[in-house]
């Protein structure tokens, strides 16, 4: 008996630990990164989906040929004092029905020649089944 409730144990707590533990990594369908210094277009930054009203705006100040099929989120970082910054998407993480989305914000070389203008770095991305998100710069 004790050892049909070890197995039964050892067998319940293996799937549980695996149930919690589905996670899976997203590839973005499309993806756009660059910097932009137009005040319109940085004054309001962070997340955007394609619900926010603000979404199509923030698209056509870089491309007026991008719409909503094109992408889904927007990440738009705060204003830095000077160009030579890049925005890395470094991996999207799902786990359940909440979408982790990993950047990078690579500063510019030491002593390399940049523009004297406030900048903000900005990623779009179109990744299928868009639910919850969270975002995280390292």
């Known amino acids: ?6 197995i039964f144990l050892s067998l319940f707590l293996f ?4 149930y919690s533990n589905q996670t899976e990594e997203i590839k973005p369908k499309n993806l756009k990164c ?3 210094s137009g005040v319109e277009f ?3 930054n962070g997340l955007f989906i394609q619900s926010d009203k603000d979404f199509n705006y923030k698209l056509k100040l870089i491309d007026k040929n ?3 099929d094109d992408f889904n ?3 738009i970082s705060e204003p830095k004092n000077s160009g030579g910054y890049v925005l890395e998407l470094k991996k ?3 786990k359940k029905d909440k979408h982790r989305v990993y950047f990078k914000e690579n500063k510019p070389l030491q002593g390399s020649a940049n523009i004297m203008a406030v900048t903000a770095t900005y990623c779009f991305l179109k990744v299928d089944s868009f639910n919850k998100v969270e975002v995280f710069i390292k």
């Open 73 to 75: 989120f927007i990440y």
């Open 66 to 68: 991008l719409n909503k």
């Open 42 to 44: 940085y004054n309001k």
């Open 92 to 94: 999207i993480i799902k």
């Open 15 to 18: 799937s549980c630990s695996a």
């Open 34 to 36: 660059g910097s932009n």
């Open 1 to 6: 008996m004790i050892n049909k409730s070890v």
